[in-house]
T-cell receptor
């Protein structure tokens, strides 16, 4: 595709519900990253995929957070039993995987947990 | 662990003013350094980068020099425009070798005519 696509762009949910956030990376990009941007804070790394495997998931804040990638393409970030502190913008990025190559970011999913 | 600290915003300037946004980092080894920009309503995009000490990254009139001795990568522009209004993020590339970026908190720049 032309760029990294994320859906939905906005998600409002109730505390305790599960949510799924989707990322479609640029075609051919083997590396995929999830970040979280909370109000007034920088981007917090969550997880990195190379192909379908996740060699670095060190940023996932709790076991309520999980992510998968299938076919070396689409990725889904799942948050179970959402809490108010999960409210943030969730950003996905992809790259060719070459050293120092730039990351291409999507526009993000704004998650609001009421 | 590795970290990035950048000056708090917002920074408010008049058009054609000189811009400096400070960025310092803490890292083991020699990371690559980046500035990303987020224009209103758009996703983050790379502005410039430098991959080794004393390198200067430049793009769209912006410059930043990788200073190992001061662990800094300050962003500068000689004459800002209204269209430069955005949030600027300094970042370093983790030494893990897969472009994992560690970001600063971001600095909002507002340029007025």
């Amino acid at each position: 595709g032309a760029g990294v696509s994320q859906s939905p762009s906005n998600k409002v949910t109730e505390k305790g519900k599960d949510v799924e956030l989707r990322c479609d990376p640029i075609s051919g990009h083997t590396a995929l990253y999830w970040y979280r941007q909370s109000l007034g804070q920088g981007l917090e790394f969550l997880i990195y995929f190379q192909g379908n495997s996740a060699p670095d998931k060190s940023g996932l804040p709790s076991d309520r957070f999980s992510a998968e990638r299938t076919g070396g393409s689409v990725s889904t970030l799942t948050i179970q039993r959402t809490q108010q502190e999960d409210s943030a913008v969730y950003l996905c990025a992809s790259s060719s995987g070459q050293p120092n190559e730039k990351l291409f970011f999507g526009s993000g999913t704004q998650l609001s947990v009421l | 662990g590795d970290s990035v600290t950048q000056m708090e915003g917002p920074v408010t300037l008049s058009e054609e003013a000189f811009l400096t946004i400070n960025c310092t980092y803490t890292a083991t080894g020699y990371p690559s350094l980046f500035w990303y920009v987020q224009y209103p309503g758009e996703g983050l995009q790379l502005l410039l980068k430098a991959t080794k000490a004393d390198d200067k990254g430049s793009n769209k009139g912006f410059e930043a020099t990788y200073r190992k001795e001061t662990t800094s990568f300050h962003l500068e522009k000689g004459s800002v425009q209204v269209s430069d209004s955005a949030v600027y993020f300094c970042a370093l590339s983790d030494q893990g070798g897969y472009n994992k970026l560690i970001f600063g908190a971001g600095t909002r720049l507002a340029v007025h005519p």
